[in-house]
Each structure stands twice: as C-alpha cells, then as structure tokens.
C-alpha cells in the first residue's frame, strides 16, 4: 500500500514524494490506516517504495503483489496527469470499502478497483453493489492474469458497459491500457468478438471477428455435448424430453446466428429453445410472463458483477420481436398470441436437408 499515517496521525501519501526523500520517511513510525498496527516504509532497488506490515499480519491490505503496487503507481500519475485529483486507497465509510484509486474531477466523482488477483463472484457482487447504491460509478481494470483471447466466465464477471464503448473490459499490463470494446457473442458455444485498443495509439486497433458456425457444426456439437452428459446440455434435453421433444430436432429459428450482448451464459439458441418449451402451449404471452420466465432462466444468463437487468430485458424483448417480425407471434392487446409455431423437426437429416433448401431459395433470391 502507498497510504499511511504517520506519528501526528495524518495520512500520507507516499507517491506525493520524490524518490530522494524516501531515506527521510524511512525513519518515521508508520501506522496501517485498516488495521492501526505498526508498518514500515520498504524501498530498495528491486521494489517500488510502499508500506509493508510486519510479518503473520491478517489485515486486509497485508498482502498485495508487485504487480498490483506497481498498476496503483501508474494509474496515480496516469489520471493525475489527466487533471484528475487522484487518491489512493481511502476508506470510504458508507461502502465500508476501499476503492484503490478515488478519481475526481469538475464535482464528478469515479472509483477505480486494478483486479490482479483472482474475485469470487459473490465478492465482487458485493462490492460493485456497494457502489452503485451510493451512486458512485466504479470501473474495473483488469490485471495481467486475466489477459487472454478467448474470454471465459472469469473476465466476463467484470464487464463494464458504456454508450460509447458499448460492452468493454479494460486491461493494465506493465503501464500499458489494452481496451477490450464492443464485446458481442455469437453460437452455442459461445465465440466473443471484439475490438482491441492498445491506448499508448502505438499499436493499430484490430478485430477479433466473430465466425460464423453452419447448422452442421452446430448439431455436431449439441451432439458432442449430449454424449459427454454436458450438465447444462443435458438440462435442456431434460427439458425437451418431458415435453416429447428432442434438442437435436430443435426449430432453425433457434440457430440464429444474430451477435448478442455478452450476457448469456450459455447461447441464444438455448434461450430460444427455453422460451419455446416454456410458451408454445400458450395461446397469449403476457408482458408479466416475460418477466417471470426471465427471472426463472437467470441461470441463462452470464453471472456477472454489475446488475445488466434492464439489457436483460433489451435481449429477451429484441427475441419477442424477432419472432413478430418473422409472423409467429401477432400483437394483441394484452401481449402476444401465436399466429404459426417454429417447426420441431422428426430427424436430424431432415432438418439438414429444410435448411439447405431454405439456404438455397435464400441465395436464389438474392440473384433474381
Ligand atoms: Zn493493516
């Protein structure tokens, strides 16, 4: 930590000094503004200047890496130069939280958290609600450990979302920004794509497209999934089967290939099959049965450490229409009725062969 106070009971901020004052501050006693015990001023030639407790401490702050001291340094004199009044590690004592860095600027007010060590979601929950109930924006960086192509449920948890970067996850690694925008998901299961911005403009913005997987494929990995008693997979076959269904046979409107928020879990084609089994016995969906069925599926839905209900919504409303603008749903006055269903197909080659043809009256239509 660079935060301590010193004999008279102030805080000092050690990155307000200059290195040669540091053999100074070292003869001072220092205090750990968490825990009040005793700490030390630790400088040398291989470690950043910083407060360290004495060993067998169980304070909170006790235990941070190199890496993190040496994010909290950058990002100080990053936003510092930026014109923001920057401080570090103070306790906020309605969140009863500690923001590493508490930005502030033109009566606005923004805490950044630098993640380099590993967050179970029901903290990181925890903490982020602390924040948004006290209308204090939070936006979470992310450290070298999470830096890694394919995007998995870890880094997802920590999504920010912003109008003009859309969904986005920020990285700091070795005082360079790598920024993460626009994240869509696409598939069952599920590719991102995104693009990469390195903010030192050194390196050019470049794009991870998404693919585009055929029906082939996907019906090849339902059927990997099945066989390997994926729990998920399995679940949903569960599903179909007590409604004399099969997943394999599931209807092409459930294979869409339409890019989604990064906030379902699994795929859209499992949302869509979900909403199949749960409404096509039904003659009217009610508004009210919406919302039921998207607080029943949750688990759909990407755990993350924000709130997205109201995108939430946005996906399921965006379904609703889908199924309006291809003519199986008409709109009534108290929600919607079922004008045609989506076909459940009898055998797997079946719907292979429906999709070829539909795919080849769909290409034809483009020539004529
Ligand atoms: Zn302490």
């Known amino acids: 930590m660079f935060v301590a106070f010193n004999q008279q009971h102030q805080l000092t901020t050690l990155l307000a000094y200059q290195a040669t004052e540091i053999p100074r501050l070292r003869q001072q006693q220092w205090f750990c503004p968490q825990c009040r015990q005793p700490v030390f001023l630790r400088a040398g030639a291989a470690c950043t200047p910083h407060f360290a407790h004495y060993r067998r401490s169980d304070c909170q702050l006790a235990h941070e890496t190199a890496t993190h001291l040496v994010g909290k340094q950058f990002l100080y004199h990053y936003f510092g130069q930026r014109g923001y009044q920057c401080q570090l590690e103070v306790f906020l004592p309605v969140l009863q939280q500690r923001p590493d860095l508490l930005l502030t600027r033109g009566g606005q007010q923004l805490a950044i958290e630098y993640q380099c060590s590993p967050l179970s979601l029901a903290r990181l929950k925890q903490r982020t609600a602390g924040y948004s109930g006290s209308q204090l924006p939070v936006v979470w960086i992310l450290g070298p450990r999470y830096i890694q192509k394919n995007l998995k449920n870890r880094q997802l948890r920590f999504l920010n979302q912003s109008v003009s970067l859309g969904y986005y996850l920020l990285f700091l690694e070795s005082s360079r920004f790598l920024l993460w925008h626009h994240i869509q998901q696409i598939g069952l299961s599920p590719q991102y794509g995104y693009h990469v911005q390195s903010l030192a403009q050194t390196a050019p913005a470049t794009k991870r497209q998404l693919g585009q997987p055929s029906l082939a494929q996907q019906v090849a990995y339902l059927q990997r999934q099945l066989q390997y008693r994926q729990h998920f997979w399995q679940q949903l076959?569960?599903?179909?089967?007590?409604?004399?269904?099969?997943?394999?046979?599931?209807?092409?409107?459930?294979?869409?290939?339409?890019?989604?928020?990064?906030?379902?879990?699994?795929?859209?084609?499992?949302?869509?099959?979900?909403?199949?089994?749960?409404?096509?016995?039904?003659?009217?969906?009610?508004?009210?049965?919406?919302?039921?069925?998207?607080?029943?599926?949750?688990?759909?839905?990407q755990p993350t450490g924000r709130q997205f209900a109201p995108q939430q919504v946005t996906v399921l409303t965006a379904l609703v229409a889908d199924l309006v603008t291809q003519g199986y749903l008409g709109v009534i006055a108290q929600g919607w009725c079922w004008r045609r269903q989506p076909i459940w197909f009898k055998s797997v080659p079946d719907k292979l062969a429906v999709a070829a043809k539909t795919r080849k009256k769909t290409s034809q239509e483009v020539f004529d």
């Open 237 to 301: 076959q569960l599903v179909c089967y007590r409604q004399h269904r099969h997943l394999l046979m599931a209807p092409l409107w459930c294979h869409t290939l339409q890019p989604t928020p990064p906030i379902l879990k699994c795929s859209l084609f499992a949302l869509r099959v979900y909403f199949l089994l749960t409404f096509e016995q039904q003659s009217v969906i009610l508004p009210q049965a919406l919302t039921d069925f998207r607080q029943h599926y949750q688990f759909l839905f």
